[in-house]
């Protein structure tokens, strides 16, 4: 009798077993750190929103931070990005700048959402600019990258497809902040400030983790099972002595 574990095991299957059950782990172990930074970011955002809102100083202000601008409405230099939907009308996002009083600076504020007309070649609705000093509260809220789009983004007038703060210095020589202002304080001009809370995404990294563990098991399991069948049952030699 004699065991001949050698002849039904190979290295190749073994191998990838093993190197597909760590790259499995791994991929799940990225996908729990990522729903933890997501679940931070969330919880600053939270915290962020409960602060007070705080006058402009002079360093940077941080993503969600609560302000409160006064300055005035500069008329004539307000822009519409496009493409904006609220609960399932197409619209504007309306960006007007705002002089800072007493501190030369310019903030670009996002002041709302309006409505597109049926007619959109028709130019959209003209925005009040209410004269005199203002207050505006708001977050901190910092451009992200331009999304992929097939043709260049070619502004008509006032209508902007994606809003570029550096383009924007660019065609009205204004010195604007490097963020813009997301406004949560009411006013009466029409526009809908119903800002919804960001999607961090937490609920889908976790589910894409579970699904990379699922799979690191099933290698292991894989793995565990060529071994014990490649060494399970040992083989009588059946031949007769000579």
Same mark, same amino acid.
């Given at each position: 009798?004699?065991?001949?574990?050698?002849?039904?095991? +190979? =290295?190749? =299957?073994?191998? !990838?077993?093993?190197?597909?059950?760590?790259?499995?782990? $791994?991929?799940?172990?990225?996908?729990?750190?990522?729903?933890?930074?997501?679940?931070?970011?969330?919880?600053?955002?939270?915290?962020?929103?409960?602060?007070?809102?705080?006058?402009?100083?002079?360093?940077? #202000?941080?993503?969600?931070?609560?302000?409160?601008?006064?300055?005035?409405?500069?008329?004539?230099?307000?822009?519409?990005?496009?493409?904006?939907?609220?609960?399932?009308?197409?619209?504007? +996002?309306?960006?007007?700048?705002?002089?800072?009083?007493?501190?030369?600076?310019?903030?670009?504020?996002?002041?709302?959402?309006?409505?597109?007309?049926?007619?959109?070649?028709?130019? =959209?609705?003209?925005?009040?600019?209410? #004269?005199?000093?203002? !207050?505006?509260?708001?977050?901190?809220? +910092?451009?992200?990258?331009?999304?992929?789009?097939?043709?260049?983004?070619?502004?008509?007038?006032?209508?902007?497809?994606?809003?570029?703060? !550096?383009?924007?210095?660019?065609?009205?020589?204004?010195?604007?902040?490097?963020?813009?202002?997301?406004?949560?304080?009411?006013?009466?001009?029409?526009?809908?400030?119903?800002?919804?809370?960001?999607?961090?995404?937490?609920?889908?990294?976790?589910?894409?983790?579970?699904?990379?563990?699922?799979?690191?098991?099933? !290698?292991?399991?894989?793995?565990?099972?060529?071994?014990?069948?490649?060494?399970?049952?040992?083989? +009588?030699? $059946?031949?007769?002595?000579?």
């Amino acid at each position: 009798m004699s065991l001949r574990p050698a002849a039904r095991l +190979h =290295p190749v =299957p073994l191998l !990838a077993g093993v190197a597909l059950a760590l790259l499995t782990l $791994q991929l799940g172990n990225w996908q729990t750190r990522r729903a933890a930074e997501k679940a931070e970011l969330q919880a600053e955002y939270r915290a962020a929103a409960e602060r007070p809102a705080q006058p402009l100083g002079s360093t940077p #202000p941080s993503e969600w931070q609560s302000l409160e601008l006064r300055g005035e409405w500069l008329p004539g230099r307000s822009i519409l990005i496009d493409n904006r939907v609220h609960e399932g009308r197409a619209g504007y +996002h309306v960006f007007t700048p705002l002089q800072l009083k007493g501190q030369g600076g310019v903030v670009l504020v996002n002041r709302g959402w309006i409505g597109a007309g049926a007619d959109r070649s028709q130019p =959209p609705p003209r925005i009040a600019n209410p #004269p005199g000093e203002t !207050a505006v509260t708001g977050r901190v809220r +910092h451009p992200g990258e331009k999304p992929f789009m097939l043709a260049a983004d070619s502004p008509s007038g006032s209508v902007w497809q994606t809003l570029d703060l !550096a383009r924007y210095r660019s065609e009205t020589r204004l010195p604007v902040a490097d963020f813009y202002l997301q406004q949560t304080s009411p006013a009466d001009d029409g526009l809908i400030r119903n800002w919804p809370e960001p999607d961090a995404g937490i609920e889908r990294h976790r589910g894409y983790a579970l699904q990379w563990y699922a799979l690191a098991a099933l !290698a292991a399991a894989l793995t565990l099972w060529y071994l014990w069948n490649a060494f399970r049952s040992p083989r +009588h030699d $059946q031949r007769k002595p000579l």
